[in-house]
Structure formats: C-alpha cells, structure tokens
C-alpha cells in the first residue's frame, strides 16, 4: 500500500509510526513530492507494476476523483473526510463508504 497526499511525508510517517501503522505501506508520498496526485499515481503504478484493475484510489476530496478519474483505477470516497457524501456522489466514484468497516469490506 502506498499513502499519496498533499501533507508534509514526515507527518504522515509520524502518524503511522505512533500508531504502529507504518510497517502496512510500501510507500509515502507526500507534498514534497509534488502537489499532482496524478503524476505521483503514474509513479506508483510503474515502480511496483502494479495492474490498474487491482488498483484502488482512496480520498475524501472531489478534486483527488476528478485528478485521476481517466487513469482506468477504481476510486474509493471516503465520507468522513474534507467533502461531504453528497459532493462525492457527483463525481461517480466506484464505491462510497461512511466507515473503516464499510471500506474494509471491498477488500474482504
């Protein structure tokens, strides 16, 4: 699993550290790292070849649905987040959860 987001990478790392998280991903990247989430997904998607039909998009924001909305992936909106569920709803992501649980369910 790899984080990708527009938040300083030592930040997210410390979270994940403190919450003994950090050991699940692959991969952060952060704003340092440029601010398009697209270009940085490209990346990802190269440097583990990983298939795009295996691949999930998880966000809360309408702009991180409409960035990678052509790159063939599934998109996940997550509603306890930055955009409400309503908003999300507009941009057609493939699955809408409201809970960890819900999300984890896709994957189970």
Known sequence: MTIISSNDREVISDFLKRNDLFCY???VLGAESGRNKK???KTVLK???I???KTYFITDT???LKEVKD???KTMAVTWG???KSKLKKENPDFIVDSTKE???VFL
């Open 47 to 49: 440097k583990f070849q």
């Open 51 to 53: 298939p795009k039909e």
């Open 103 to 105: 999300l984890l369910k």
């Open 39 to 41: 270009k940085k997904l």
């Open 82 to 84: 930055y955009h409400a």
């Open 71 to 73: 790159l063939g992936i």
């Open 25 to 27: 991903f692959n991969l």
């Open 62 to 64: 309408i702009r991180d």
